[in-house]
């Protein structure tokens, strides 16, 4: 019994201590969730992996996921991350109640090479998570699904033919996507074809910068053969190591350029050729070569030597760039008499250095040494021809005091003529500038005309150069020049004299000036002078004195203070041989303020008073007033005489003429009021000096009657004059002239004028030809030269005449005389 109850006792104390131990672990974890303490996980993750590109079916299970706290609650599962809410979207899904995470679809690694992917833990019943975020990550196992790829897959290159064999300058890049450093990506690669079979071409690795990548490059074995095959094929393959393996391939096209593999060859073996005797600059021979290599390329183009025969440097050979020939040029004459044949040979290269291929090899250094190019002959043959005579001594030099008198013999020259009898040699001169020689004809003797001055500004540092030039009677005339150089000595022919004749001396400033002479003779003729006043004036010699006086300049001093002016000084300049020049030096005093030139003229300021302002004033009015009155008084003291104007005659053409003409009858006279102008009477006129000739005058008068300009035309017979105010019209015809009178109205003053000349042609009766009176005609044909009288008529409001019936009561006198007038003409008839 006590056994039993001790028992019972140890039972209940191992639940009660049960119960409080889990009473603190809950308590624990109720704290641990309010304080961040760091404890073990409770989730045990790896990764995890899946096949590239699996083809399901789908969904297909990936993996389960478990949590410890599904004893407590009731437990939701789900994810998030790279898959299933982040690019790619749904590829996994996880049922919340289970755990377990679904694949839906395929993966490719090469996008997508693992997944990081975060799970959660929630509380069903609270919606609450009940344990920390963890993630595990989804590795994508490659599967060698990408075959290697060339870049660039046609690969197109070029390389000369003279390239060297061994590595070429072409590089070939494979990459496989494949996962780096497994047999997927690693790759190889190998020539598989080639065209053509020669060279052979192979491959070399060079580098492997990445696992998935490989670099190869060309090698040559062998050389090149332009004019066999200018492009080659090759096709190359990249493989990887994967299973099954995969490969591709990439086209290169290789094009070779032209080399210079072959020599240019000349086209003969000899040329020949000729050349005139002592001949320069002048082309005689054109070379031509072959070449086998492409037209103008530094392949083909050929480069020519002289090699033998040209010791001399008489010729020289030269390239034409369009035609590729040599051009042989004579360059320094050759001398007949000397030689008559000469034989070149020449020798032809390419710009570009020769490259052989030899048995399919480059050639070596040795053998490029022992190749010798192409060379030829060429024969030159010297054609004679006249000689020049030549001067034994080309250049001769004489010396002559300068101011020698004329005749004297400077020179003989001595000619030699290989071709020709120097007898027969005549001369000439080529150059005298200063024309102070002459030459003989027929000896060359060279004698001076004149004196020679050495300061002559043709004579260039003391001596004057001559040109003659020898002719010999050759066919064609041959010349040689030869040089005379007269040096002439200087004599004491020129006086000292002022470099500047014009000084001006700041008489504010300074009391001297700087005087500077010269002299045209060299030394001893020339300097230093002795300078001195040249005058026994006491007055010029108490004013001004030298110092220092000798020397190449001076001082010229002012004794005593001078009042500013010009002043004149004559001079004495003596130079070392005691040769006396007399000049005189023009000094102008001045003030020149802080400069060295005289200051300007001041302007010249006037003030006038108020009674001179006033006296000059009424001095221009009065001039105006007198003027106004002299025009008044000429204007009433002048009478105008008016010769008045009579209808003519000549205005209408009679066309049906019964009677006699106007040419048989006398000219009629023009009727007019005499008058006087200017002595002269005026009215009836005759003009025997115009012969059927008409003129016309015209003139002017405004107040007084003036004579501004006369015309007068020969053929047309007519006389102008012209002024202001009035116009005359006058025509001449066989000896008499008519006057017509035309008035411009331009002031009351010749209304009355007007009104006696209407009076007097209403007086006057039609006194030429009667029996010739207008006629009226259907037709009367083209219109008259002559001026109708319609014509005549006054024009512009100016010559209006509608004023006369408003003249006012001064005039109506008048008007009722001319109305009775003309009542009384109308009663007669």
Request: net charge negative; charged share 25%.
């Amino acid at each position: 019994m006590r056994i039993t109850f001790i028992f019972l006792l140890l039972t209940l104390w191992s639940e009660s201590a049960h119960s409080e131990l889990k009473n603190q672990e809950t308590n624990l974890n109720q704290e641990h969730e309010r304080v961040l303490i760091r404890t073990k996980r409770r989730w045990v993750l790896s990764t995890i992996e899946l096949e590239e590109e699996d083809q399901g079916p789908f969904p297909k299970e990936a993996t389960k996921l478990f949590n410890d706290k599904s004893e407590s609650y009731k437990l939701k599962f789900s994810i998030s991350g790279q898959g299933v809410d982040k690019d790619p979207v749904g590829v996994f899904t996880i049922n919340d109640e289970t755990g377990v995470v679904y694949v839906h679809k395929p993966i490719d690694r090469e996008m997508y090479p693992i997944f990081m992917v975060e799970f959660d833990v929630w509380d069903r019943a609270s919606d609450t998570l009940v344990d920390r975020t963890l993630s595990f990550n989804v590795a994508i196992k490659d599967k060698n699904d990408n075959i290697p790829e060339f870049l660039p897959p046609l690969l197109k290159t070029t390389v000369p033919e003279n390239i060297k064999e061994g590595v070429l300058p072409i590089s070939l890049q494979a990459k496989d996507k494949d996962e780096k450093g497994n047999d997927n990506s690693r790759l190889t690669m190998r020539i598989i074809s080639q065209e053509p079979k020669t060279p052979i071409f192979s491959l070399k690795s060079i580098s492997r910068s990445t696992d998935d990548s490989m670099v190869s490059q060309l090698v040559l074995s062998g050389c090149f053969d332009y004019s066999k095959a200018n492009m080659y094929k090759l096709l190359v393959e990249a493989q990887d190591q994967g299973t099954p393996s995969l490969s591709s391939t990439c086209t290169v096209l290789i094009n070779i350029t032209d080399s210079n593999t072959h020599p240019p060859q000349f086209t003969a073996a000899k040329f020949n050729t000729q050349v005139l005797e002592m001949e320069t600059n002048k082309e005689i021979l054109r070379l031509s070569v072959t070449d086998r290599d492409t037209p103008n390329t530094p392949a083909s183009r050929a480069r020519y030597t002289i090699l033998k025969g040209n010791e001399d440097d008489n010729y020289k050979i030269e390239t034409d760039p369009k035609t590729n020939e040599g051009v042989l040029t004579v360059i320094k004459g050759k001398d007949y008499e000397r030689t008559t044949l000469t034989e070149l040979e020449i020798g032809v290269e390419n710009e570009e250095p020769l490259f052989l291929c030899i048995n399919g090899k480059p050639a070596t250094p040795d053998q490029l040494t022992a190749f010798k190019p192409n060379t030829t002959k060429v024969a030159v043959k010297v054609i004679d021809v006249n000689d020049a005579p030549t001067f034994v001594t080309r250049l001769q030099t004489v010396y002559r005091k300068e101011e020698t008198n004329p005749g004297d013999l400077l020179y003989e020259p001595v000619v030699k003529d290989v071709d020709s009898d120097v007898n027969k040699i005549r001369y000439e001169i080529v150059d005298d500038p200063a024309k102070w020689i002459k030459v003989d004809p027929k000896t060359g003797k060279v004698t001076s005309v004149k004196k020679m001055d050495r300061e002559s500004p043709y004579v260039k540092n003391g001596t004057y150069t001559v040109l003659i030039r020898a002719i010999d009677d050759g066919e064609p005339p041959a010349t040689g020049t030869g040089t005379l150089v007269v040096h002439l000595g200087d004599i004491n022919d020129n006086t000292p004299r002022l470099s500047s004749n014009g000084l001006v001396m700041c008489g504010n400033k300074a009391d001297r000036v700087e005087v500077k002479a010269v002299d045209d003779d060299a030394p001893p003729f020339g300097g230093p002078f002795s300078f001195s006043v040249g005058s026994e004036d006491k007055d010029l010699l108490n004013m001004w004195r030298f110092d220092p006086s000798t020397g190449l300049q001076t001082s010229l001093i002012s004794v005593k203070s001078l009042p500013y002016g010009n002043y004149t000084v004559p001079l004495r300049i003596e130079d070392q041989q005691g040769q006396v020049g007399q000049d005189v030096l023009k000094v102008v005093v001045c003030d020149c303020g802080d400069q060295d030139t005289c200051r300007g003229l001041l302007p010249r300021i006037f003030n006038l008073h108020g009674a001179a302002i006033g006296i000059l004033l009424g001095a221009l009015l009065l001039i105006a007033l007198l003027l106004c009155c002299c025009f008044f008084c000429e204007y009433k003291a002048k009478q105008f005489t008016l010769n008045l104007q009579d209808e003519g005659n000549q205005t209408l053409i009679n066309y049906n003429e019964e009677g006699g003409g106007a040419l048989a009858k006398a000219e009629p006279q023009l009727h007019s009021r005499t008058s006087t102008n200017g002595g002269l009477k005026s009215g009836a006129m005759q003009l025997t000096d115009f012969s059927q000739k008409r003129a016309s005058m015209q003139s002017a008068a405004g107040g007084a009657m003036s004579l501004a300009g006369l015309q007068m035309a020969e053929n047309s017979g007519t006389m102008m004059s012209q002024g202001w105010g009035t116009v005359r019209n006058s025509t001449f015809r066989s000896g008499s002239s008519r006057f017509s009178r035309s008035f411009s109205y331009m002031s009351d003053w010749n209304i009355e004028d007007h009104l006696q000349r209407k009076l007097y042609e209403l007086g006057e009766d039609q006194l030429d030809f009667p029996q010739h009176r207008p006629r009226e005609y259907a037709d009367e044909g083209r219109d008259s030269k002559c001026p109708s009288l319609d014509r005549l008529s006054f024009s512009g409001d100016e010559d209006n005449l509608d004023f006369i019936n408003n003249l006012g009561p001064k005039f109506q006198t008048l008007d009722g005389i001319c109305r009775k007038t003309l009542e009384e003409k109308k009663l007669k008839t």
